[in-house]
Every structure is written in C-alpha cells, then in structure tokens.
C-alpha cells in the first residue's frame, strides 16, 4: 500500500529524491552495430570525472584536459606540501602537520545527495561532519558584544525561543488569533510553547524567566552540587536586539540540516578515487583549452600541453565541463546563441583560510567539539574541525565569508590574511587563538587560476532560464556539464547530477547516430 501511495505521489519514495540514471553499458552497442565513441572533456573537476566515469562503463574512449596540476576543481583539499600560486602571484606552500588538512572547497555532504552514492560505490569511506553545535558561539560586535563575550547558541536559542514563545503565548490568550485557530488548536498551541519555549503557565502570565535549556556557569555534579544556571537573563528587547535570532534558520535549510558528512581524510578522497576510477592515463594534466571547433563528424580541441606546446585532440563528442565565464573566453564556432548563454552567468567570490593550533584549545578550555561560530565580523564563520578529537593539533577555518569580504581578503597577502583572521577571531576565543598558531593557509576562489570562482550567478537564479537552454540542451556534438547547470550550484551534488545528463544525452546520441 505504502508503495502504491509512493507512486501516485502520497508518500515519499526513495527513487524520488533523486533523478532516475542508468549508466551507459557496453551491451547497450551490442544490437545497434555502433561502438562506443572517442570523447575529449574539458575541466577535471567533478563534473568531468564523472562524465568520464560513467561513460567509461559502456567502453567510451575519453580523455580529460585538466590546466592544473590535479584533478578536483574546486574540490581542493590542502595539506602538508600542497603549493597554490594566485593571480597576484601569491605562493603558499602548506606546512601542516601530518594528519591535518583543510578542505578550501566544499566541505559538507548532506545525507540525501547523491555524492554519498559515489561514496559508497567507489569505496570512499565517510564520517560526521559537525555543521551545528549547541555550544558554538555567536558574536555579532554591532550589537554589543564586546570581545571575551560571545554567546552561546544554545544560550541565543533558549533566550530566542522563550521570548518568542512568551509573546505568542499572551497574544493567544487574548484573542489575537481567535480567527485563525480553533479554541482546541490554541490550547495545543499553547502547551507546545510551554514546552518550546520553557515559559510559564498561564497563571504565570507565560512568562519567561530562563531555564536550563540556557546553560550553566556551574556544571551539575555530584550531591551537592545541582549546578549554577547562566544568568541574568536579558530582556527581551536586548535578545532581539543582538540579533542572534537571524542565524537559527541555517539548520532548517534543506541542504544545511544535520546529520551532514565529510569523506575520512579529506573531500579530496572524492577526486582521487574517480580519477583511480578513470585512470590517470585518461588525465592529460597542464593541459590548458585554447579552442573548440564542431566539425560536420566530431569535434576538434586545441590547448596548450603541460610543456607550453601547442596541440589538438579530435573525437566524436566533446562535454565542457568548464567554468563557464572562463569557457565564455576560449574561441568557438558554437554559435552567439551558446555564446550569449555562458557570458550571462558570473563568478561568485569565497574565500577561507584554514589556521593549524598546536593544541585543541577549543575542545579543552571552551568545550566545542565541531560545529560552526556565527559572527557579524568580516569573517563570517569560523569552524571548528570535525575530525581528529582529542588529538594533539588541530585545524581551524578562521574565516568562511563570501562576496567583498572574500575578495578583500583576496587581495591581501597570505600574511596579511592570518593577521586580519586572527586579531578578529581573538576577540572571540582569547589568547590561545593568537599564541597557539602553528601555520596557515588561505585560500581566495575568485583569484585563483582556471578557476576564479567559488560558484555561479546564474540568470535569473535559475539553470531554466531561457538564455541557458543552447546550453541545458546543446544540438551539436559539444554538450556541458558543471553544478551552474543544475538547482545545487556550488554543491558537488549538482555537477554530479548535471554530468549524469549530459552522459544520458551523449550515450542517446551515439547509439543513434
């Protein structure tokens, strides 16, 4: 019963979350007479991996061009020796100890998306990633805070919640929604709030007057000690006022909620093992695109090889699997219509700096195992590591910001970057986050070469705006992939899901053609 429900859309069913893909087979050919055809792919991100994985299930010849060193794209995790050069000139090497790392990149998997299939299928084991913390801190300067005192979330939470649920408790009783809630739905309403909110009853006017749900500057113990519950509490206007409030949905969105994943040792395991899948003898890498050319039977790649020479690839299909503003730059004769469509979408900027402790100071003197801290400061977010408890060191992400911030930071030094990140994140944390510092590496997307982005502006917001359709269903032979051709754009779900339909297409058109 429960399936035929699924079926007819009243139940959830497991093929629904996803789009339905079956893989190119070898067999596929065996009745048409055809083969598989030869495919070159522009980008070694996780778009053409994929594209180059799937296709190579039913025998297809595909070759990779990748301008950098490695595969992985924006999946780029740095460790011990990892060396980035930026468009200023920029060069860090990592010197992190062995065992730590930093994901610049993505860094979260949500359980629902289809990157943790390939996980699964390519043996790439995984662990919790920590995305929200009770104990994590807020710290919005703008409203007040002064540093040494950031709140905690479940402090910011508790004080949120109770007020929020102390004033929709009084304008139930009063009548307020007499018009919209039967007598029975407020009564319901009422003790959901009581519980909620941990207000009063109502002969105590629902009042809100803290409760555990706060925390304690005292920690229950033994007999004797029931433990100090935090105080004072603030009024209400001031809980309002320090805008705390604002960063409680962040859990709620359908891409952010717990329980959230991260490969073991890195988000580069990713990359690593679809390149092993491929194999790297696929991989031409330093390989940079110069120009795509349709022929009336295939396509014709020129680029540059990892020695500066100039060189072509021919095959029967080409996917792009580019950034699109830099695809937009390479000379074709695809037409002004797919021209139109790659100059319309924009680079986004991010940026992150991963800062290595010589101890986990945050875990011993600030009890914060994983999770996130919110804060009105240029960083944005800093985040606490999620692997590696109770280890000797430890790597932070002392700032996660986006837009002018990350390209401020941008266009400081590497030296500069650590500085800024750590006068500020001192504010929050105390000394230790100054004279604990081991090293540190940052990372600024939009400065970054073959990439210089961290996700996409798309028109319209949408990848079904009509200015995209040459490029959501290309006629040539020249087909794209990449998360802007997706509704997850800067999410590896999305490049995954948009490689799979172009290697729907493609695989289509070969066995046709």
């Not at 329980?259 to 093992?273: E, S």
């Not at 400081?412 to 004279?435: C, D, F, H, N």
Request: net charge neutral; hydrophobic share 40%; with cysteine.
């Amino acid at each position: 019963m429960f399936a035929a429900m699924g079926a007819l859309g009243l139940a959830p069913t497991a093929t629904a979350a996803t789009p339905a893909f079956s893989a190119p087979s070898a067999s596929d050919f065996h009745l048409t007479g055809r083969k598989a055809a030869k495919v070159v792919i522009l980008g070694g991100g996780v778009a053409g991996l994929v594209s180059a994985y799937e296709l190579g299930k039913a025998g297809y010849d595909c070759t990779i061009l990748e301008p950098r060193s490695r595969t992985g794209g924006r999946n780029f995790t740095a460790r011990a020796g990892t060396e980035q050069t930026d468009l200023f000139g920029n060069s860090q090497t990592a010197r992190f100890s062995e065992g730590q790392y930093m994901n610049c990149g993505p860094a979260r998997l949500a359980q629902w998306m289809v990157t943790l299939d390939y996980c699964r299928e390519l043996g790439v084991p995984i662990e919790v990633f920590t995305n929200t913390n009770a104990d994590a801190y807020i710290y919005n300067e703008s409203s007040g805070m002064t540093p040494g005192n950031p709140v905690r979330y479940r402090t910011a939470k508790a004080d949120t919640y109770g007020y929020v649920s102390e004033l929709l408790a009084k304008a139930t009783d009063k009548g307020a929604l007499d018009q919209q809630l039967t007598a029975a739905d407020q009564e319901r309403l009422l003790a959901f709030l009581e519980d909620w909110g941990s207000i009063g009853a109502k002969a105590d006017g629902f009042g809100y007057t803290g409760s555990s749900n706060r925390g304690f500057s005292t920690y229950p113990g033994a007999a004797g000690t029931p433990g100090t519950e935090l105080a004072p509490v603030p009024d209400v206007s001031s809980v309002f006022a320090s805008g705390v409030g604002r960063y409680f949905s962040f859990e709620f969105e359908f891409d952010q909620a717990m329980l959230m994943f991260q490969p073991v040792g890195g988000m580069d395991q990713i990359p690593r093992a679809l390149t092993r899948a491929v194999g790297a003898q696929k991989v031409k890498l330093g390989c940079q695109a110069t120009g795509i050319t349709e022929t009336g039977s295939g396509v014709e790649v020129s680029y540059t090889d990892a020695a500066g020479r100039s060189r072509a690839v021919t095959a029967d299909y080409c996917i792009a699997a580019m950034p699109p503003h830099l695809l937009a730059k390479l000379p074709h004769n695809l037409g002004s219509a797919v021209q139109a469509g790659l100059a319309s979408i924009t680079p986004a900027s991010a940026s992150k700096i991963g800062l290595e402790y010589r101890s986990r100071w945050w875990e011993t003197d600030h009890r914060i195992y994983g999770g996130i801290t919110e804060t009105d400061l240029d960083l944005t977010h800093i985040w606490h590591p999620s692997y590696g408890f109770h280890g000797e060191r430890g790597v932070m992400i002392g700032y996660y910001n986006y837009d002018t911030d990350a390209d401020r930071y941008g266009r400081m030094t590497p030296a500069q970057r650590e500085a800024r990140a750590v006068s500020l994140g001192e504010r929050i944390y105390g000394s230790k986050y100054r004279t604990e510092l081991a090293s540190s590496f940052s990372q600024s997307w939009r400065f970054i070469p073959h990439l210089e982005g961290a996700w996409h502006n798309l028109p319209d917001n949408s990848p079904d705006a009509a200015v995209l359709k040459p490029l959501v269903e290309p006629a040539g032979r020249v087909l794209f992939a990449g998360d802007w051709l997706s509704y997850m754009d800067a999410w590896q779900h999305g490049a995954i899901l948009s490689a799979r339909k172009a290697v729907t297409a493609l695989h289509s058109r070969a066995l046709k053609s």
